[in-house]
């Protein structure tokens, strides 16, 4: 018996071209059109025509809670839920985005016990995979994604003890290795970004970041003139903006200039106490609530001090926000 195709009229790979087309607010919709279609949808080859198309949309995933996971496209449309990650619930992991499009759960802490375990998510097959585990369990470490590479500084142990070594996972090759990291007495990781193909590591209630540079393989160390006590950043147009526990308003780190300045009229609370959490969206610095609007501000344009409500009304409490290109 011969198949039907796609759409009728059309030969299939110009049926694909159209419907790669389709915005992915409407992708639950069309998928009830016919097992065909939804197959399509749901296909690794799915995704490879919507780039071929140029049909990439930016999508934010939010991890919600420590198990619960919410979708959102760039007008603020719900799309739905990623599957929780396998495995026990852990917390003070890592979230960090691989290859353009898949996020990759890191580490963490499971009922006091520091874990190894790597997950990644592919959305064009809406599944979670194991990938291989970290040489050192951790938990409460800095990370960021360089240059492909994956990195995870310090953090600790099941013991409680501070790691003194970091790790870098190649995508490729699906393997991890440790790496120097330098060492400071009392170093608390805050978090980690990249910057011009550079990794910088920012200390909790330190003055100093340090600077990895992947193609050199050295560290150099850079005096940021202040004390940082950071709980909650994002990096957005090339810029970290941060909240300090000890410093009102919204910090912000110009890397190339090695230059600090705040933003003063930006709410840390909303209505219930609660504080807010830093995320980015539409290229846009957001605070996240629990039960009400997300707020969104433009810091490069003169208005920053506006922020607006977005559609976005997320239903847990500490937000953790990344964007894939799917």
């Not at 500084?153 to 099941?158: D, E, N």
């Not at 230059?259 to 610095?285: M, Y």
Request: glycine share 8%; proline share 6%; hydrophobic share 35%.
């Amino acid at each position: 018996m011969v198949e039907s195709s796609l759409i009728p009229g059309l030969v299939d790979n110009v049926a694909e071209l159209c419907l790669s087309r389709v915005p992915r607010s409407s992708f639950q919709i069309i998928s009830q059109v016919c097992w065909r279609w939804r197959r399509f949808l749901r296909s690794e080859h799915y995704a490879a025509v919507r780039k071929l198309t140029g049909s990439v949309e930016e999508l934010m995933c939010v991890l919600v809670s420590f198990e619960s996971w919410e979708v959102y496209d760039g007008s603020g449309n719900k799309l739905g839920c990623i599957p929780p990650v396998p495995g026990p619930l852990k917390v003070r992991s890592g979230l960090v985005v691989s290859d353009g499009g898949k996020i990759v759960f890191i580490g963490g802490r499971y009922n006091k016990t520091a874990s190894a375990d790597v997950y990644e998510f592919n959305p064009a097959t809406n599944r979670w995979r194991k990938l291989a585990d970290m040489n050192v369990p951790r938990y409460s470490f800095a990370y960021a994604e360089v240059e492909g590479l994956l990195y995870v500084i310090r953090g600790y142990s099941t013991d409680d003890d501070s790691i003194l070594n970091a790790e870098v996972y190649n995508p490729k090759t699906n393997q991890w290795g440790l790496m120097d990291c330098p060492y400071r007495p009392n170093f608390i990781p805050a978090f980690a970004f990249s910057f011009n193909s550079k990794l910088f590591v920012v200390g909790k209630k330190s003055r100093f970041i340090d600077i990895y540079d992947p193609r050199k393989k050295t560290w150099e160390e850079l005096d940021s003139g202040q004390t940082l006590d950071v709980y909650s950043y994002t990096v957005v147009s090339n810029k970290v903006y941060f909240f300090d526990h000890n410093k009102p308003g919204l910090g912000a780190f110009d890397p190339d200039k090695n230059s600090w300045s705040s933003v003063l009229d930006v709410p840390s609370r909303n209505e219930h106490g609660l504080r807010f959490c830093l995320g980015q969206w539409n290229n846009k610095v957001t605070l996240f609530p629990m039960g009400s609007e997300a707020l969104s501000g433009d810091l490069v344009e003169e208005d920053a001090s506006r922020w607006r409500a977005t559609p976005i009304i997320l239903s847990g409490y500490h937000a953790t926000s990344v964007l894939i290109n799917f």
